[in-house]
């Protein structure tokens, strides 16, 4: 598997040969950056308020991998309710981004085998886990986490893989999800909204004991004709302030909804990614 290295804050990147790579912190906000290649990505992230003040994790994960005429990406949004939401989104997200480098098959039962095949080793590493951070916890709330401990980790997901077309091949899209994080797909200046709205629920998620639950993953595949102008906008539901805005989104915009100055911090974490491209 490829390792993510962590892309230092910053406003605007580049990179050499047209290879890039994004991995969010969990313990520190990313101001809204832009890397231009053959496609152009904004990212940010945002620690909510709570866990800005009490130092702790934050609970949502992104990264972003280009190299080449290829682009892979994941967006995980961990549930605070479950045992360490924060690690099932790390994991998780990190596992993702192995399985798209390496699959050969971009289908429901292929991803439903692999994200069951996981449990065994995640569930390995969140107990090592859970002994590195077990002293930290104040005594009152151990009670509470162990309650917790019989749902798992668990986390919600979005991931993704772009091929960009050459010569008058075009482009093609491949998503997987879980959950209720935002996909907005813009196509020509059209958002193409009303699958991904359909197949939208808190219900659904990834469990360090269960693999998929509240349903099997959702895939959505595409091909786009050479020349058509296209938006791919991922958020977590940190960031809901963005569902009424369409495809003109100012960069200001999404600063400040990352800052959440408005609301005295984020109420919850916050992460963002959106790729555009020529297919």
């Known amino acids: 598997?490829?390792?993510?290295?962590?892309?230092?804050?910053?406003?605007?990147?580049?990179?050499?040969?047209?290879?890039?790579?994004?991995v969010s912190s969990q313990q520190a906000d990313?101001?809204?950056t832009s890397y231009k290649g053959r496609l152009m990505c904004r990212y940010g992230y945002g620690l909510a308020a709570e866990s800005a003040t009490y130092g702790d994790n934050g609970q949502d994960f992104a990264a972003i991998h280009v190299e080449g005429d290829i682009c892979t990406f994941?967006?995980?949004?961990?549930?605070?309710?479950s045992y360490y939401g924060d690690f099932a989104a790390r994991y998780l997200g990190k596992a993702l981004h192995g399985w798209m480098l390496e699959t050969k098959e971009w289908s429901v039962s292929r991803l439903h085998q692999y994200l069951t095949n996981i449990t065994i080793p995640a569930s390995r590493e969140l107990s090592t886990y859970q002994a590195?951070?077990?002293?930290?916890?104040?005594?009152?709330?151990?009670?509470?986490?162990?309650?917790?401990?019989?749902?798992?980790?668990?986390s919600m997901y979005i991931c993704g893989r772009i091929q960009l077309g050459s010569g008058k091949k075009g482009t093609r899209l491949q998503l997987a999800w879980q959950g209720d994080s935002r996909i907005r797909l813009f196509q020509s200046g059209t958002e193409l909204e009303q699958f991904?709205?359909?197949?939208?629920?808190?219900?659904?998620?990834?469990?360090?004991l269960q693999g998929p639950i509240g349903g099997t993953p959702h895939i959505y595949e595409r091909s786009f004709k050479s020349g058509e102008e296209i938006v791919l906008r991922l958020y977590t539901d940190g960031m809901g302030e963005l569902d009424p805005i369409g495809l003109h989104l100012p960069d200001e915009q999404i600063q400040v909804l990352l800052d959440a100055h408005h609301t005295g911090g984020l109420e919850d974490d916050a992460a963002f990614i959106e790729i555009?491209?020529?297919s």
């Open 1 to 22: 598997m490829k390792s993510l290295r962590m892309s230092m804050p910053g406003h605007e990147k580049a990179h050499p040969e047209g290879n890039f790579h994004f």
């Open 276 to 278: 555009s491209f020529t």
């Open 74 to 81: 994941v967006l995980c949004d961990g549930v605070s309710m």
């Open 196 to 208: 991904f709205e359909m197949t939208r629920a808190t219900s659904e998620r990834w469990s360090t």
């Open 30 to 32: 990313h101001p809204l």
């Open 132 to 154: 590195a951070h077990h002293e930290k916890v104040p005594i009152m709330l151990r009670e509470v986490l162990e309650t917790k401990k019989r749902h798992g980790s668990q």
